[in-house]
DNA sequence: TGTTAACCGAGACGGTACGTCGCGTCTTTCT
DNA sequence: AGAAAGACGCGACGTACCGTCTCGGTTAACA
């Protein structure tokens, strides 16, 4: 995740677009226009404020045009999404997995932590509970980055770091959880300390074999 | 939790209700009837179907009295809530931390995964996201559940199975959170291998001192 | 009708009250806050304004108090009716029929063009379309009203100065029915010289006979 | 006024809505069920029982657009209203004053004597009492009204019958008013020879010079 | 000088209607 | 022909005031 803004973040590169229909001239503009408002909504009003009403509205697009084109809040929502996983983010590269893991829940943190551009993500998952549509979205965006920073665990066993059956994704997983659990679910506060030992954790369990792909050692890990 | 059902669970004892000024006759009759309609709207519907219209209607309590005494759908779900950390809930005692962790997991496991009881607890979590009042009891259950599982790590320590300095709060929480992260954040499936895995990342990073309150200890653990 | 002010014209005496079992202490009191309180509704919101519950917030007496003793909104209006009738007002004695017709519009004139307290008689006309008890109890008004301006159109008969078969009530009427009519009806501004203008018509209709008794009179003058 | 019913009298035209942006289709079908279902309401409910949810209900529209297009009960009243006063109504022409004035009366005494129909015109009454656009609208109806019958006197001026510089406004005004007086002030009955006698002192007064508009002469008439 | 019937206070409730918001659809008009 | 403009249907919201009920406490008339 870039460090600077949920906004940038969010609001990324638009040619991606390019698999829509008409890349040039109007249509592109809408499409823009409605973006940009809906963001801009989602940041000032969150979730619960975002009305499709509002963003034609601040847009200057017609209702009608939106319903046409996006199908109502969910596809304003899903829009958003999509364009957020479509950014070239990448994990940092410390060279050792711990440094990598502290640098990405950093990212994390500083992300959330954010009084002002703090709002629109949380904004995201409240929106995950009203539409199917944008909890697939977000569900396939996690899946993507997840992916992504499972580079840098795979880097670690290639250096010979850890275990070489384990599970990269798991880690990265096991990394970020609790920051999410705290930030989402018990809304109790998280600083840097809980971010380091969450990454401590994490590489307490690799390190036990507990992300271990191969059944035998997760048993035996377990078996103590 | 309890490992029969969401509605067991929160549907709970009355008596506390005494503590309110009228507790007999129609009041309390009231009370009891918007709870139960209220639960049961949310099993069947989710938040986003959990309108004060319909509980009123199904309750058979008028609107306007369910307005004055609850101001709302988030005073209803917070009454929900408040019922729901007033049970008598404590973790398993097996002997061992593994034993009494897996239990608990497994429990939280069951709670979610059974398709039918198991949507009230996901309405809570949206309920979260469109009142603060909600948030904040959701919060309050969570640091009393979090309180009360606390205890079989404290036996743990008893028994000398880990690091005396560990802090009880954070194992369970690096215990439950990989659950709760992929079933309300990026809702992925959650199965026992999955359960299992949490917590013996879980107890690994015990091991290892990562939950140590004393500083040392954790930045020993993680230098390593 | 007296020339102060509407309030003063219906807050009137209490003594008839007598009537009710218990005259004495807190009943009394309480009659008299929930009357003093009505008019000062009637005249700050008008009949619209006019609630129970502000009454009752305003008087210090109960909501369910009101309702046991006056019945409602229209009870409270028909309370404030009845002590308006019971006041000692008499018609002016100028010693022409011209004179006195002239001063009894004058104070319809006076009553209803003040600005500020001539709220409440129209509150009370208002009154009379929602209640048929506060309508019945208009009436009984106006004709009491009536019985007493007609001594002057007596004395006037005495003084031969108009037809001695003259119907003294239907001369009244003929007074102050265009004031009313533009008041009420066609919400038409009225002053001075309308007023004396209706006492000119009233008065020359008179001297034709168009008021006498006789049906033979009347029959003629329209004859012409 | 037209002599067979109140209905008919407001029922009126409908060309007139041409005026609005969309005289096609829906919309106009629209503001003539609302019309409608507000007229048949009122007559039988009356102004009390006018309720914006019963109109809706009976006419089909749904609520929100009825307060979208009409703004309350305020709006039906005074569409109704605006209607009324778009006929084509004409005072009768016999011939001589006070034919046409006789006649004129006996329109307005059948019109609120009819039993069935006369509901609405005193519904219109009330809803002057709790609407100032309403109000309004009464206002500029009976002007409208004043004016029309004001070409009798005209008439009556031209073959020499009564005074040239007569206000003919003042002479229907006379006319009229102790019928309105009696029925919407005092609610005491009205009858045919009310209504002539309201006419033959009206044309005594108007004989007498009391509604020249020159100020000399009406004084002389009230000198004697 | 008690007693006791009448009256009052307090609070919750059911009920009707209000006026508003936002969603999503459909129709008319305009280009 | 097709989109812009806009009216509409629809469900729910949250509020105001109505009138009722239950309970418990006062008070004033009368024995």
Do not use: C
């Not at 499409?31 to 963001?39: F, H, I, M, S």
């Not at 046409?68 to 969910?74: E, H, K, L, Y």
């Not at 499972?150 to 670690?156: D, K, S």
């Amino acid at each position: 995740m870039p460090h600077d803004s949920a906004l940038t973040q969010l609001e990324f590169r638009l040619q991606p677009d390019a698999a829509t229909i008409r890349p040039g001239g109007r249509t592109a503009r809408v499409a823009k226009d409605v973006r940009d408002a809906t963001l801009a909504e989602l940041n000032e009003h969150g979730y619960a404020g975002l009305t499709v009403e509002n963003v034609a509205e601040r847009s200057g697009v017609h209702k009608t045009t939106i319903y046409r084109r996006w199908g109502g809040v969910d596809g304003l929502i899903v829009n958003a999404l999509d364009l957020a996983s479509q950014d070239d983010w990448g994990p940092p590269d410390t060279g050792t997995l711990e440094g990598d893991l502290t640098g990405l829940v950093h990212e994390v943190l500083e992300l959330f932590t954010d009084p002002v551009e703090g709002i629109a993500p949380a904004a995201f998952i409240a929106a995950t509970y009203h539409s199917e549509r944008a909890a697939e979205a977000m569900t396939s965006l996690y899946v993507d980055r997840h992916a992504r920073a499972a580079v840098a665990v795979t880097r670690a066993i290639e250096r010979g770091e850890i275990p070489a059956d384990t599970d990269p994704g798991a880690v990265v997983r096991a990394a970020v959880a609790p920051l999410y659990y705290r930030l989402f679910i018990t809304r109790e506060p998280i600083d840097r300390q809980i971010a380091d030992q969450a990454v401590a954790a994490a590489l307490a369990a690799t390190m036990a074999g507990v992300f271990a792909q191969s059944p035998k050692s997760a048993r035996s890990s377990r078996k103590r």
